[in-house]
């Protein structure tokens, strides 16, 4: 019976030492705290998967009424990036920075071999997000790029219809809205709202802000082919609020076989990101709850409640950890990754162009 005893506890203290990596916490810096979305992780910091090794902010009081705000020790701050990731050493970075600061977070976590997720969209312009690509292959770095949509638990049945199973044929049409009253108008932080409304750190208005999510769906949805040709129309409907950037944007995206319409606004009555997509026999009209589909003309819409996501899906940070640690492979289609996020800046950077001269800018062939 001893023998048998000291046998199974010589097994328990195997298993015990021979813990997979993956059951350790994660080890995710924050860069910037001036991105409203930054309560996304802060908020999430003691749910036992991640760590949050340190929060780079050079704005001191910034940071410490966020680490009140969520109970977080005001060891986690630092004045540089540079200091952080020499002194934590994190496994990955995840930028709430203004848009423009996107690339310097690269250059600085690239040479150390760190991971990177910012928030949308990936890049100012493409010179940004080339700079950012070649960091990323020169270091053999994952850089993903973190949207809201991504993670609505309507795109399963978006993607069963219009990618798995074709069931309505050819996506012909897609029309997309993105926005909500304003940034101002909601009551955004001081921090955030000076670069939003900033040209040169956010790289534009509404258009930047809301027309990311349009291109970076459209993408997915194209399975990755790049537009033929993008024209934009844009508006300062609120010139005495934002007098520097766009208000109001719309992005008509042309494929070989299909239209797309991007709407974004700091406009609208109150906040959506909803789409409508016409195939060639039916339609879906999906938001973050669900999907109204249409098979037939003859048919009532039915209305379908996607079940909820599971962990990693559900969650950009567990999505992260699992990306990093090998257990889900990025596709280039994939929502997140570097090479749908890269058509994204270049469907942006040819609407701005399109709407500044008042004509269609070819891309595709």
């Not at 993956?22 to 991640?50: E, S, Y």
């Not at 638990?153 to 798995?164: A, G, M, P, R, Y």
């Not at 940034?183 to 027309?211: C, H, Q």
């Not at 379908?304 to 996501?309: K, N």
Request: net charge neutral; charged share 25%; glycine share 8%.
């Amino acid at each position: 019976m001893s023998r048998l005893i000291l046998t199974i506890a010589m097994l328990v203290f195997a298993y015990t030492i021979a813990l997979p990596q993956d059951k350790k916490p994660f080890r995710i810096g924050v860069a910037g705290l001036t991105h409203g979305h930054v309560g996304w992780i802060l908020d999430r910091a003691d749910d036992g998967d991640i760590e949050i090794t340190g929060i780079a902010e050079p704005d001191r009081a910034l940071g410490e009424r966020y680490c009140k705000q969520y109970k977080l020790p005001l060891t986690l701050l630092y004045s540089s990036l540079e200091e952080m990731l020499e002194k934590t050493r994190p496994e990955a970075v995840t930028g709430f920075s203004s848009t423009f600061e996107h690339l310097d977070i690269v250059k600085a976590c690239a040479p150390r071999h760190i991971h990177v997720m910012v928030e949308k969209p990936l890049a100012v312009s493409m010179d940004h997000a080339r700079q950012i690509e070649s960091l990323a292959h020169k270091y053999a770095i994952t850089v993903l790029t973190n949207y809201e949509t991504t993670w609505y638990s309507s795109n399963q049945k978006v993607e069963e219809i219009f990618l798995k199973h074709h069931t309505f044929g050819k996506l012909r049409k897609a029309v997309i809205h993105d926005g909500h009253e304003g940034p101002k108008e909601i009551g955004v932080g001081p921090e955030f709202l000076n670069w939003l409304t900033d040209p040169v750190k956010n790289g534009g208005g509404a258009l930047m802000d809301f027309g990311c999510y349009g291109a970076n769906l459209l993408t997915w949805l194209m399975n990755g082919a790049k537009p033929l040709t993008v024209s934009a129309v844009t508006q300062q409907l609120k010139p005495q609020v934002y007098p520097r950037v766009d208000d109001d944007a719309t992005i008509i995206v042309t494929y070989r076989e299909g239209q797309g319409i991007i709407q974004a606004s700091w406009n609208w009555p109150f906040g959506r990101k909803d789409m409508e997509l016409y195939g060639e026999r039916g339609y879906v009209l999906a938001d973050r709850q669900g999907s109204k589909v249409k098979s037939a003309a003859n048919k009532p819409e039915e209305y379908i409640t996607s079940p909820a996501y599971e962990k990693p899906y559900s969650d950009p940070f567990a999505y992260l950890a699992a990306v990093i640690r090998g257990e889900i492979k990025v596709s280039a289609t994939d929502l997140s990754s570097l090479e749908n996020n890269l058509i994204v800046v270049e469907i942006l950077e040819a609407a701005k162009q399109s709407a500044r001269e008042g004509r269609v800018v070819k891309l595709g062939k």
